[in-house]
């Protein structure tokens, strides 16, 4: 097996296994699927988590000089940026450093979306092209996304939850008409993977276009 089809089934593996932490997550909070809207938190994310494994699997499919350049870097590059992405979850979730170093938080975001422009900028150069160093940033992100998410639903969901005495003073649990602090905590986690997996690529594609107009000039210069 090839290391992009290694790379591949080690990512899908990462998604089955944080849809089978949302599962678990919901099953496990008693009357999960009585708090409004609760059902759809868990589909979204799921049906995110299946849309990127079906991605996966139609990358790895394509062949091409170009094609490999643009996978090497993305899972270079988004597999850096999702171990940042990883600890940036941690941090979050770390009550004392998220008080008393916010900007921590800050810089590892701004760190990521930079890795996914230098995935971008550094295809671009070796092929002194600029749409491959779009794509290849936006693969990095789907990269990043997936390791991301999959730190994300363990340590929020099982390893570091939130305090349900935390979420209750929420202003989003205020409003949502849910009871159980808990079970918001758990959506909270969902939604916010959702959010992330969707949003990456076209946060990816902003920062790839630059960083591949950059990488274009200087192969043209070269």
Known sequence: MTWRGVFAFVLVIMIGASIGMAVAAAERSPGWFLNPGAAWFLREAVLALVVYAGAIIVVVAHRGDDWDAEMRNAALF???????????VALENSVGLAVHV??????????????????????AKELNRFRPGVIAAVMSAGV????????????????????????????EFKRSGWIDAHAFGIANTLDSGFTHLWMGPLVALVVGAMGSAIGRVIATRR
């Open 78 to 88: 988004g597999s850096i940026a999702g171990v940042m992405e990883g600890l940036n």
């Open 102 to 123: 916010p900007a921590l938080q800050l810089v590892g975001m701004l760190v990521v979306f930079a890795l996914w422009g230098v995935a971008g900028a550094r295809t």
């Open 144 to 171: 990043c996304m997936v390791i991301g998410v999959t730190a994300g639903f363990a340590i929020e969901l099982f390893i570091m939850p939130p305090r349900p005495d935390y979420v209750a003073t929420w202003d």
